[in-house]
């Protein structure tokens, strides 16, 4: 089992720059694929970025310049920069972390409870 806890999360203006953070705890952190999704008002709960285990990256094409993620695997925790923030990023954003067997089978799929980001014009 994997305890994600994220925190960062706030209002701010268009423009502005944020950092959230997830710890996870549970298993070992540098064998978990990770990722930061949001659910905006109305909408289904979409990917933004996702970081592998082998530090692979990948972005939703709308955040693609704006928002970097990374892990730092010594201290438990993902990190979401994001910069430049438009209106349209405003929304409960949630960390995830999936583990496969080295066979490439999932072993486990997990959430964290949410951060909320509201970004005003």
């Known amino acids: 089992q994997v305890r994600l806890v994220e925190s960062g999360g706030a209002s701010v203006q268009a423009g502005d720059s944020l950092r959230l953070s997830c710890a996870a705890s549970?298993?070992?952190?540098?064998?978990?694929?990770l990722a930061w999704y949001r659910q905006s008002p109305g909408k289904q709960r979409e990917l933004v970025a996702r970081?592998?285990?082998?530090?692979?990256?990948r972005y939703e094409s709308a955040v693609k310049g704006r928002f970097t993620i990374s892990r730092v695997n010594a201290l438990n925790t993902v990190y979401l920069q994001m910069s430049n923030l438009e209106p349209d990023d405003t929304g409960v954003y949630y960390c995830?972390?999936?583990?496969?067997?080295?066979?490439?089978?999932?072993?486990?799929?997990?959430w964290g409870q949410g951060t909320q980001v509201t970004v005003s014009s």
């Open positions: 970081i592998t285990a082998g530090d692979r990256q």
């Open positions: 549970g298993r070992p952190f540098n064998v978990l694929d």
């Open positions: 995830n972390a999936v583990e496969f067997s080295p066979a490439g089978v999932l072993r486990g799929d997990y």
